[in-house]
């Protein structure tokens, strides 16, 4: 079988193309990097700041107020090394329902290992207590739309995780996502993409992980807390984007 070849002189063209369209690539991004270069004004050298940074650190003193739903107690707890907002909540004959914030530090605050922190401390609390063991399972996604306050239009798409979780007295359905002002997602990556697209216009996606432990029958179906979780999860992410996250600019 004869072997096919490009002719000596369309090879020549394709190397010449390829040079010539890196030497321009190279050009533009010379173009953008030497005049910040002679000023020392790097655009990548300091992040832009979070404009509503002192809101979000109010959280973890004050918790957050959620319609409908009564705060009978709320303090810090130092979980992982960071300092996160635990309250107990309640609505009318409704078991009480305990709820977890961590908002973002500093604007290089990132999500990390926030669940494997939330785990990590529910386990060592059970060893302590009850001398039994925190146990995890029925994962499952659970997705919700909220909004913020009437005077705005911003809507937000929400997926969080829910699973069922359990130790040798009670049984909880555990609603876990990071939240931002117009999203919310259980995975790190999520935000930080989003913040990676905001930043090329110079703004930042500012977030809160949320972290709710509702009551259910002995290891029960987790399917019993669907409507529960939902409607309580439309209210936080409608709470934080018309109070922590209002001033944040609209930029994913």
Request: glycine share 8%; charged share 15%; hydrophobic share 40%.
């Amino acid at each position: 079988m004869k072997s096919f070849s490009l002719p000596q002189s369309m090879s020549k063209w394709s190397i010449l193309s390829r040079i010539a369209v890196i030497g321009f690539l190279l050009v533009l991004v010379g173009l953008g990097a030497v005049p910040g270069y002679w000023t020392g004004n790097w655009s990548w050298a300091k992040l832009p700041s979070v404009t509503n940074l002192k809101q979000l650190k109010a959280i973890r003193n004050q918790g957050l107020e959620i319609p409908g739903w009564e705060t009978l107690e709320q303090a810090t707890l130092n979980i992982g090394g960071n300092k996160w907002s635990f309250q107990t909540i309640k609505q009318d004959k409704q078991k009480p329902v305990r709820l977890l914030l961590l908002p973002q530090n500093g604007p290089k605050s990132q999500p990390q290992v926030e669940w494997a922190d939330i785990n990590g401390f529910f386990q060592t609390h059970a060893e302590r207590q009850i001398n039994g063991k925190w146990k995890t399972d029925s994962y499952t996604k659970l997705k919700f739309n909220a909004e913020g306050s009437e005077s705005t239009t911003s809507a937000a798409q929400v997926k969080a995780r829910l699973f069922r979780a359990w130790n040798g007295q009670q049984t909880f359905a555990m609603v876990q996502w990071y939240a931002w002002p117009k999203g919310g997602n259980p995975l790190p990556s999520r935000w930080f993409w989003t913040d990676q697209l905001a930043q090329l216009h110079r703004t930042r996606v500012p977030w809160v992980a949320v972290c709710l432990q509702i009551p259910i029958e002995p290891l029960g179906k987790i399917e019993e807390s669907l409507p529960l979780a939902k409607s309580l999860g439309k209210l936080i992410q409608s709470a934080l984007m018309s109070g922590s996250f209002a001033r944040a600019p609209s930029n994913e």
